[in-house]
């Protein structure tokens, strides 16, 4: 089993432009997340998904959107690239409603916007 | 006040030794905690879910206080390979995962 990947692993962009970003897990997992991971601020989450076709918004959903067409993947969008988007992206996975939950997390993408 | 709140570190210690990392949690309802290891420009990964009455893992003791919203792990006999950084985690029902900021360990030879 690969577990959680992302695509692509890393991106330069210039301001305005847009892009997507790739998660899929081969765990059959119901719940994905999306967090962005920047120096002194810890893990903070974007945007999570609990099933396919359902997503919610997490703590900093603002310039973002998501989309779960496929239970195995959960895309990140940036319509609109902007300076305050440079961050690490992680993308996680974990089981329906398990205790402990433990959720699973892909190698991350670093985004860099000029 | 962040909800969860480590001291950064970092933390340098040798080879051999033992220490602690605390973290404080400010949500009462919170449910579920646990400590995860994140090794520089890598994935975070679990390390070790922590419950009510202390739990152990070989060199690795967790431990939960829920009067005080206070969760600490302790690392005995410190390897090289211990150096990363910890992240304290709570979950309260219905919600995604809440990390700390982390905490910094360097471990010398």
């Known amino acids: 089993n690969a577990g959680v990947t992302q695509t692509p692993k890393f991106r330069v962009l210039k301001t305005g432009q847009s892009m997507t970003l790739l998660c899929a897990q081969d765990m059959n997992h119901e719940y994905m997340y999306w967090y962005r991971q920047d120096p002194g601020m810890g893990l903070r989450l974007i945007h999570y998904?609990?099933?396919?076709?359902?997503?919610a918004k997490g703590e900093v959903p603002d310039g973002y959107n998501v989309s779960r067409l496929k239970k195995q993947n959960f895309l990140l969008g940036l319509e609109s690239a902007a300076p305050s988007q440079t961050s690490v992206y992680f993308c996680?996975?974990?089981?329906?409603?398990?205790?402990?939950?433990?959720?699973?997390f892909g190698p991350g993408t670093r985004l860099t916007v000029l | 006040r962040k909800e969860v709140e480590q001291d950064p570190g970092p933390f340098n210690v040798p080879e051999g030794a033992t220490v602690a990392f605390n973290c404080t949690y400010s949500n009462s309802a919170s449910q579920s905690f646990f400590w995860y290891r994140q090794d520089c420009r890598k994935e975070p990964k679990l390390l070790m879910s922590v419950y009510s009455s202390g739990n152990e893992d070989g060199r690795f003791t967790a431990q939960l206080n829920r009067a005080s919203q206070y969760i600490s792990l302790l690392i005995r006999d410190s390897k090289l390979s211990d150096s990363a950084t910890y992240l304290c985690v709570v979950k309260r029902a219905g919600t995604a995962l809440i990390f700390g900021k982390g905490t910094t360990l360097s471990v010398s030879s």
């Open positions: 996680a996975s974990s089981r329906l409603a398990v205790d402990p939950n433990e959720q699973f």
């Open positions: 998904s609990v099933g396919e076709g359902t997503t």
